[in-house]
């Protein structure tokens, strides 16, 4: 196979950052998309010096117009097809119910769930002319199991996970996988600004759920890799 042709959203820092350099690490294309284009082209630097050729997609996932025109510009890169799309860019926040705020709620949804699916939806036909074709839907143990003030990113990241099983089960027959990626808490920036005790050095590190991501992709392609939930060992 060629080099691996890779769009990670939200490829700017944190958990994207690190499955873009782990892609590039085995020699990727790979389009880093998200809002900030000075984290975006110092990520691209990162992806070059790693051994991949890195290119960056300003994109908001809220925008579809947006998406449409970054997916564009990846595929202009590629020069056609994906092989893998990571649907990782993602927020995160929490409320108590009596709290929960509807234009938050609405843009948790938005960036979380809906976001996915424009990408998806944009980038469909350029990952039909892959060649190992890989769906990875960054969601969260928090998509598998209920915490206190977390109603909305919990619906945000189910709902991600109902999109993932449904699509694993439609394009299985074009020869698409799709995986569901489950981290525990991860040192990221997500945390920035979030009240609570947060002890990040017990945490993830984005590093651990990139690893996992690839150790997926590099399955033999006839492995059902439906879920993979990421946790700290031990
Ligand atoms: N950290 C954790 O504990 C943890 C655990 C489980 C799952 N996750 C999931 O992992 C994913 C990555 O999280 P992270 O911890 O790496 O967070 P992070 O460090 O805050 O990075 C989030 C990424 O998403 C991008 N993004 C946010 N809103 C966007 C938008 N509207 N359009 C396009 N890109 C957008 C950000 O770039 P811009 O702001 O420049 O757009 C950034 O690249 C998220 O889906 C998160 O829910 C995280």
Redesign the pocket.
């Given at each position: 196979m060629s080099e691996i042709r890779v769009l990670v959203?939200?490829?700017?820092?944190?958990?994207?950052?690190a499955i873009a350099l782990r892609f590039a690490k085995e020699g990727a294309k790979v389009v880093v998309?998200?809002?900030?284009s000075e984290?975006?082209d110092a990520v691209v630097q990162e992806i070059n010096a790693a051994g991949g050729q890195g290119h960056a997609a300003q994109?908001?996932?809220?925008d579809h117009g947006s998406v449409e025109a970054a997916v564009w510009r990846a595929t202009e890169f590629t020069g056609g097809p994906l092989d893998v799309i990571v649907n990782?860019?993602?927020?995160?926040a929490q409320a108590a119910l009596e709290d929960q705020d509807i234009a938050e709620w609405d843009r948790m949804i938005a960036?979380?769930l809906t976001?996915p699916f424009w990408v998806m939806s944009e980038a469909i036909h350029a990952l039909e002319e892959g060649e190992k074709k890989h769906v990875f839907n960054?969601?969260?143990?928090?998509g598998k199991q209920g915490f206190p003030k977390n109603a909305a990113?919990s619906a945000s990241?189910y709902g991600l996970r109902g999109f993932s099983d449904a699509l694993r089960e439609e394009l299985r027959d074009k020869g698409i996988r799709v995986t569901t990626v489950?981290?525990?808490?991860?040192?990221?920036?997500?945390?920035?600004g979030v009240p609570g005790d947060w002890d990040r050095s017990t945490?993830?590190k984005?590093e651990d759920?990139a690893e996992a991501v690839w150790q997926a992709y590099a399955s033999p392609e006839s492995e059902d890799v439906a879920d993979v939930d990421v946790a700290p060992a031990g």
């Open positions: 959203t939200g490829g700017s820092r944190g958990i994207g950052r998309a998200a809002r900030n984290q975006l994109m908001n996932v809220q990782n860019a993602g927020i995160f960036i979380n976001g960054i969601s969260s143990i928090a990113y990241k489950y981290p525990t808490a991860t040192d990221t920036t997500i945390f920035d945490m993830l984005p759920v």
